[in-house]
């Protein structure tokens, strides 16, 4: 039985999505491959693209900031981790602010994007946002998980950047305002020591309030009405 379900809901009429989590141990690898199943399966709304039911040859999600998450890189660089950093993401630093994404081309569009096909040339190793983005409403919980996640694992990236330095032994900045990163504002995450997303457990990446939420019954196509926060 799946741990972790993608149910489909009706948020304001349109077809959108909560997220079930029916037992402590699952994992984020389960989320993702809930969310994948749903992307592939599932008939939604597509709000930026509302005339197809398929994300295929649709390239909107990959022209804009994409952060990645250290599993990510783990996954996509292949053991060539600084060469990496330096090739394939954008180091940006403000004050003691690092923010690590994929570096965009000229057209300010993922490196991987094949632009020809409008198709993702990475779609196995694509990162954990590429993964779990789907353009339609989604519940506050859902919106939630997917934040800590990424968060957790941005992070969690950063402490590992610390560690590498360019050959005249700088850290690896490509663009930055007063860059002073300080180690000590990056406290280690759930994904600490962790080199698969099948190794770290939702439970430890949610609040008590988030895992109470996500851990409730859910009824499929419920009517939602959100409480604007
Ligand atoms: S999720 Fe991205 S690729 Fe899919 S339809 Fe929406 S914008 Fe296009
Ligand atoms: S990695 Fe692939 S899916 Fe993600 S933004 Fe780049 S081209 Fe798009």
Request: proline share 5%; with cysteine; hydrophobic share 35%.
């Amino acid at each position: 039985m799946d741990r972790v379900k993608v149910i489909p809901v009706l948020i304001d009429g349109k077809i959108g999505y909560d997220i079930e989590v029916t037992d402590p141990g699952a994992t984020v690898q389960e989320y993702i491959d809930a969310v994948n199943n749903f992307i592939d399966t599932a008939k939604y709304c597509r709000i930026r693209n509302p005339e197809t039911d398929s994300c295929f040859g649709c390239d909107l999600c990959c022209q804009e900031r994409i952060p990645v998450t250290l599993i990510d890189v783990l996954n996509m660089s292949e053991g060539k981790f600084r060469q990496f950093v330096c090739e394939m993401l954008h180091v940006y630093v403000e004050g003691r602010v690092v923010d690590i994404t994929m570096s965009l081309d000229e057209l300010e569009r993922c490196r991987y994007l094949d632009n020809s096909l409008g198709i993702c040339s990475n779609y196995r190793k694509r990162p954990l946002v590429c993964q779990t983005f789907i353009c339609c409403p989604a519940t506050r919980n859902a919106n939630k998980l997917r934040e800590e996640i990424i968060n957790a694992g941005e992070d969690e990236l950063v402490r590992k950047w610390f560690k590498f330095r360019d050959k005249n032994n700088n850290p690896i900045i490509h663009e930055g305002i007063l860059p002073a990163p300080d180690i000590r504002d990056y406290c280690p995450t759930p994904f600490a020591g962790a080199v698969s997303y099948d190794q770290v457990k939702l439970i430890d990446l949610c609040n008590s309030r988030l895992w109470h939420k996500l851990t409730e019954k859910k009824r499929v196509f419920r009517e939602i009405v959100e409480k604007k926060s």
